[in-house]
């Protein structure tokens, strides 16, 4: 590690020390250090370290092990911290250093793009269109009033950085920090109670309201800047959505009345952010009438807005200030939308007309450019919605309402029940479920731009969507004046995905969604599920059926003149589609992007991405830049040799993952029993349920959720959705063609990058400690053949890079990621021995044992 990161890691588990020995005596300071230092012996293969760390582990009781998790868990925090401060160190070099920019950015495409055609370039920017959305689901597990104090930390360790501070300076800073880390460590690190739809919904706004309003305007500048494009521009590159409060797949909390609630809260952010804007700009815009030219349009805008409003023309002596005056009108019009009143806006674009007024009067091309459009990007990137929101539904749910109408509904076949969806009249009959009653008027009283998509998730036939298209007309969207809303199905299931271009077939050659799609211009969006093809399949079966469908319905779609985007519901971990955000747009099939894409930012990938202003700058950077590079990037074709073996691969690995997963009955036990999998359903970090609806009190592979289920294997070490399979497939394989695959295929190479990463992170060593669980169950004779295979991978990841060592290519990740192991292998360690406590009945261990939980997701960096 560079030597900042070294100097700020030590500073701050020298500030912590003290912090503890102040808050719980010198002895314990002294304990948790010679913690670390244990771990780390036993990293260097000294068995006497063992002995005395699992005699510490055994020899305290649940209560006294608490705070030692916390202060390790503390630390692993802290070390997080560090590497962000490295992270906004880097790109704050490369800002200054004018010889090159920094990798994966904007002005590096730009350069790339350079090689293109001027024309081919210039369409790209036009259509690009960027859409990420952000879910609530339960993977971030820190709660709100220790991020905040970690974001004081951050703020105060940036401030150190500044080399004109004194030693006056830095004792204050080195104060505050101690004071904010005696606070942090007071605080209690898990919620106790699991968090409301509500909740959710605000922590997502938070980072609206912290830094993406503001970080979103300037990335619209930066493209600007490096594409030399008008300024501002007519379109957002970038847009958001949200899931929180919409999303009932599953989550019984999420309700139609969580939707209004939802979407109001959003208005209200929205409209609060831009009238606080517009009020900062009041109080700076003092330029005098006599300096400027004011265009008629102003003048009689002001005109009418003094007659309109009368009480805000006398509040202030700014006459010949005609810029304040107007600004100050527009806030008390926003202030109007608020609360509904006659005076306020209708729409963005009146404020959008109002904003062009000033700007028009500027009388100067600096001031017209600043300030005033990144307001104006603003609103046309937010409007008074802040965010779409998406509502999410189950097939299943929606065949139990179309059941309602349509009696034997689930027994008929499926040519049965499109014919009986395309006879269901709207408005007559049984009222479909009041979700769709809830987007009807929020379509009225908020407009179309506030809702998003109606997701359908595990989607297995066209009936699943034409089901809720007929339930959509019962409730009139789509009907009249309420314009509908876009359907997206979710294919999950690698054989679902198998299936996709069948159902899609179906469903553009049937009349009920071809009306549908003509009235959202022949624009379909298609979602790919990461996370349940993978926990279905394994990681190289999931991520080649991903890639081949999407070429599938991208043919279909192109033969039929549909627009088609893909929606890319990845997780932060790489067993669900977790890969580097750059690296894996990049190595989407030729021609899947086209400008357009839309992706899932889930749990604590927020965090890491959107809590620091430069740092979701450059995070926004890396998507866009490899949106634009892919789309300008041409048609690559892929070999023949190279499919084939990718199909082999698939098909292999994936008889190998579920004759482990789904086909051997041991396998259910080592879930149980070799994981923390029961105590993290008691974690509270999600409103939702962590398991699908299930007769057994047993928790299974099957009826266990994507998240929660790689959730598990995280927190023991062994990663085993994200690799296990791959080593029989790989090593049945050509090497030289595999070699040959990396080199020439992106898709291959981000794939066995992907693995390399996986591999690093899992440590068979620490995993193995939990089969101590499983108190001689059959379910242990399973661990040779998972050893077998983490063996084979890792000599077949190594035989394709050509290294000796895992991320051998990738020298600062590896020293990064190894420097966190001495404090997380306390965690496991204490973990296991909670875990066994727990189970027999020691109502103590709860506490301590969600701890380890939320200190270990630290020490990875992932949880779902």
Same mark, same amino acid.
């Given at each position: 590690?560079?030597?900042?990161? +070294? ?10 020390? +003290? ?8 002895? %314990? ?7 670390? +230092? ?7 293969? *000294? ?16 209560? #006294? ?8 868990? $503390? ?5 997080? @911290? ?51 959305? $952000? ?10 009033? &220790? %991020? ?8 105060? $360790? ?42 959710? &919904? ?5 980072? %609206? ?13 930066? @493209? ?60 700076? %815009? ?68 109002? @904003? ?6 500027? =009388?100067?091309?600096?001031? #017209? ?69 809830? &987007? ?9 731009? =506030? ?90 079966? =999931? ?13 279909? #779609?192109?033969?039929?003149? /549909? ?15 977790? !890969? ?24 604590? /990938? ?26 300008? #990037? ?16 698939? +098909? ?10 789904? *086909? ?16 993290? @359903? ?14 057994? =009190? ?11 289920? &790689? ?65 001689? !169950? ?87």
């Amino acid at each position: 590690m560079s030597s900042a990161i +070294d100097r700020d890691t030590a500073l701050l588990e020298t500030l912590l020390g +003290d912090v503890l020995e102040e808050q719980e005596g010198r002895a %314990f300071r002294d304990r948790v250090f010679w913690l670390r +230092d244990t771990a780390a012996r036993v990293r260097d293969g *000294e068995p006497a370290a063992v002995d005395k760390l699992v005699a510490f582990v055994a020899g305290n009781n649940a209560t #006294a092990l608490e705070p030692f998790v916390r202060a390790c868990s $503390m630390q692993l925090q802290l070390a997080n @911290i560090a590497e962000e401060l490295e992270r906004l160190r880097r790109r704050r070099h490369y800002d200054s250093d004018a010889s090159a920019p920094q990798p994966e950015s904007l002005a590096t495409a730009a350069v790339a793009a350079g090689q293109s055609p001027p024309a081919e370039v210039a369409r790209t920017l036009e259509r690009l269109d960027v859409r990420l959305t $952000m879910t609530a689901h339960p993977t971030e597990a820190t709660r709100r009033s &220790v %991020f905040n104090h970690q974001q004081a930390v951050w703020r105060a $360790m940036e401030r150190l950085d500044d080399p004109r501070l004194g030693r006056t300076g830095r004792r204050a800073l080195r104060d505050e920090l101690c004071e904010v880390l005696t606070v942090w460590w007071q605080t209690e690190a898990v919620r106790g109670v699991r968090p409301l739809v509500e909740d959710e &919904v605000r922590r997502i706004l938070f980072f %609206f309201e912290a830094v993406l309003f503001d970080a979103a305007p300037l990335l619209e500048a930066e @493209i600007a800047r490096c594409f030399a494009r008008p300024w501002p521009p007519a379109q957002p590159s970038v847009r958001f959505g949200s899931w929180a409060g919409g999303d009932m797949d599953g989550n019984p909390e999420v309700t139609p009345d969580s939707v209004t609630r939802t979407l109001r809260l959003h208005r209200l952010t929205a409209l609060r952010l831009l009238q606080r804007r517009v009020q900062a700009l009041a109080g700076a %815009f003092s330029q005098a009438e006599e300096r400027l030219f004011v265009s008629p349009g102003l003048e009689s805008s002001l005109e009418a807005d003094e007659a309109e409003l009368p009480d805000v023309a006398g509040r202030r002596p700014n006459q010949h200030e005609p810029f304040r005056r107007k600004l100050s009108f527009i806030a008390a019009r926003l202030d109007g939308t608020t609360r509904g009143l006659r005076h306020g806006y209708s729409s963005p674009a009146e404020l959008e007309a109002d @904003i062009e007024l000033i700007r028009a009067s500027a =009388s100067s091309r600096r001031v #017209a450019d600043g300030d005033l459009a990144l307001l104006l990007c603003q609103v046309r990137t937010f409007g008074f919605h802040l965010a779409t929101l998406d509502i999410r539904l189950s097939s299943r749910d929606l065949r139990t309402a179309i059941a309602r109408l349509v009696p034997g509904f689930d027994t008929i076949a499926e040519e049965e029940r499109i014919a009986a969806l395309q006879g269901i009249p709207p408005g007559e009959g049984a009222p479909p479920p009041e979700v769709f009653g809830a &987007v009807a008027a929020g379509i009225r009283e908020y407009g179309a731009q =506030s809702l998003g998509s109606l997701i359908i998730s595990m989607v297995e036939r066209p009936s699943d969507v034409l089901a809720a298209v007929a339930l959509m007309r019962r409730a009139g969207i789509g009907i009249g004046e309420v314009p509908t809303m876009p359907v997206v199905p979710l294919f999950e299931m690698v054989e679902d995905l198998a299936r996709a271009q069948d159902t899609m077939t179906v469903l553009y050659d049937h009349r009920l969604y071809a009306d549908q799609l003509a009235a959202v211009e022949r624009r379909q969006e298609i979602m790919l599920g990461y996370s349940d093809s993978a926990k279905d399949g394994g990681f190289l079966s =999931s991520q080649w059926e991903l890639y081949s469908a999407q070429e599938r319905l991208l043919a279909d #779609a192109d033969a039929r003149g /549909v627009a088609l985007r893909f929606f890319h519901g990845r997780g932060g971990s790489t067993s669900r589609g977790g !890969a580097r955000t750059h690296r894996a747009i990049l190595a989407q099939p030729s021609g899947s992007i086209r400008g357009r894409i839309r992706i899932t930012e889930q749990g604590e /990938v927020i965090s890491q991405r959107y809590s620091h202003p430069e740092l979701a700058l450059r995070s926004l950077e890396q998507t866009t830049s490899a949106v634009i590079l892919a789309t300008i #990037a041409g048609d690559r074709e892929v070999p023949g040799r190279y499919r084939h073996e990718a199909q082999r691969l698939a +098909d292999r690995s994936r008889e190998v993952y579920r004759a482990l997963i789904y *086909e051997d009955e041991r396998f259910e036990l080592l879930l149980n029993l070799a994981s923390p999998i029961d105590a993290l @359903i008691e974690l509270n970090i999600g409103s939702r349920p962590a398991s699908r609806p299930s007769r057994s =009190s047993r928790l299974t592979p099957a009826g266990l959720r994507a998240i929660p289920w &790689v959730f598990a294997w995280m927190q023991n070490r062994l990663l085993l959705p994200a690799w296990y399979g791959a080593g029989t497939a790989l090593q049945e394989g050509d090497r030289e063609l595999q070699r040959e695959m990396v080199a020439g295929w992106p898709f291959f190479a981000m794939l066995c990058s992907t693995l390399e990463m996986s591999l690093f992170k899992s440590d068979l060593g620490v995993a193995e400690r939990y089969l101590d669980l499983l108190n001689g !169950a059959g379910a242990g004779e399973l661990w040779e053949p998972i050893r077998a295979e983490h063996e084979r991978v890792v000599a077949a990841v190594l035989d394709i890079a050509g290294t000796d060592r895992l991320l051998a290519n990738a020298p600062a990740l590896r020293s990064r990621l190894t420097h966190r192991n001495p404090w997380t292998d306390p965690l496991s360690y204490m973990q296991v021995e909670l875990l066994r406590r727990h189970r027999a009945g020691d109502a103590a261990a709860e506490r301590p044992l969600l701890l380890t939980i939320n200190g270990i997701a630290a020490g990875m960096r992932n949880t779902g």
